[in-house]
């Protein structure tokens, strides 16, 4: 049986009901592969089956990765494959914009302060070195937890800014609950599992946890759609959300593409990249290579959109 098969019942069998809207969000590092053609699909499906409204927003934080040219042909591929969005894109197009994140800093800026004036937030000079040298190699399943070495003796505290520093956000020791529509129930401690977060760096980049529940936030996204390497950040998240006054979406953690060595693609699988996929085949087949991964047809074959939203009701 497909591992991917059960993926289609429990999308549909969610119990939204305001009008939904999702969203694709790629980084602008370099082509995409089939692995980010499958996420694409599945959020375009879960929202279009319903009638609802699908955003492209460019995740560009990270300026010495980030290139135009790599957005340019994110947009192209996904025109290629008829996967078209309502709201979104290099062009901005749409109420809730701007839709690329460099654009978006005063907005960032402002959730930054709300969250110094609860005083959960102090700056911090730790580089992640230091983190690693402080915990034993067996803890968090090696994942970075960051043990409070800067953090204030009181929390809440008043913020004082230090050049340099990061900030760092305060978590509190509680369980976070939530349903993933694809993982199921999840409950997390912050305090266990990441410890307190960066929500600026200190070169003065903002961290992803805050864009993304910003961004997703304002832009009126109702489900989030996405690898399950990212399930962890769905606690940060929800955490963010609260503190922020937000409501948070669903969120649904889809199993990761590997390749046929059973690693997780990336953008150096070139013989599943956007480049050589579009050389050798044709959009429907793309599409029906993704849609085989996630178990919504038996078989790779050549298979439209409206085919797979027929089905996917």
């Known amino acids: 049986m497909n591992p991917y098969i059960s993926i289609t019942s429990q999308l549909n069998n969610s119990t939204t009901q305001q009008l939904p809207t999702g969203r694709f969000a790629p980084s602008p590092s370099g082509r995409m592969h089939l692995g980010n053609i499958y996420t694409a699909l599945l959020s375009w499906l879960s929202v279009k089956s319903r009638d609802g409204k699908w955003i492209l927003r460019i995740e560009d934080l990270d300026p010495q990765r980030s ?44 959730a930054l302060e709300k969250l110094k004036a609860s005083g959960l937030c102090y700056p911090c000079k730790c580089t992640r070195a230091d983190i690693l040298a402080s915990q034993a190699p067996h803890e968090s399943d090696g994942r970075v937890v960051y043990k409070g070495t800067c953090r204030p003796d009181v929390i809440p505290s008043s913020y004082k800014e230090v ?5 760092r956000l305060a978590v509190t020791d509680e369980e976070i609950t939530f349903v993933d529509r694809i993982c199921g129930p999840q409950t997390v401690n912050l305090a266990r599992h990441c410890g307190d977060f960066i929500v600026r760096r200190g070169d003065g980049a903002w961290s992803y946890q805050l864009a993304v529940v910003v961004d997703d936030a304002l832009m009126g996204v109702t489900e989030v759609m996405r690898g399950d390497d990212l399930l962890l950040s769905a606690a940060q998240q929800i955490y963010l959300y609260r503190l922020l006054g937000y409501v948070p979406p669903e969120f649904a953690h889809v199993p990761l593409v590997c390749n046929e060595e059973g690693r997780r693609l990336s953008k150096r699988d070139k013989s599943l990249s956007m480049e050589y996929l579009r050389q050798h085949y044709t959009p429907e087949e793309v599409i029906g290579m993704a849609a085989h991964r996630a178990g919504l047809i038996p078989s790779p074959h050549s298979v439209s959109l409206q085919e797979l939203i027929q089905s996917y009701m």
């Open 67 to 110: 290139k135009m040219e790599h957005a340019l042909m994110i947009e192209d591929d996904l025109k290629w494959l008829g996967l078209e969005w309502d709201e979104g894109g290099l062009e901005n197009y749409g109420p809730n914009g701007p839709y690329i994140q460099s654009l978006r800093h005063n907005l960032y800026e402002e």
């Open 163 to 167: 050049p340099g520093a990061a900030v």
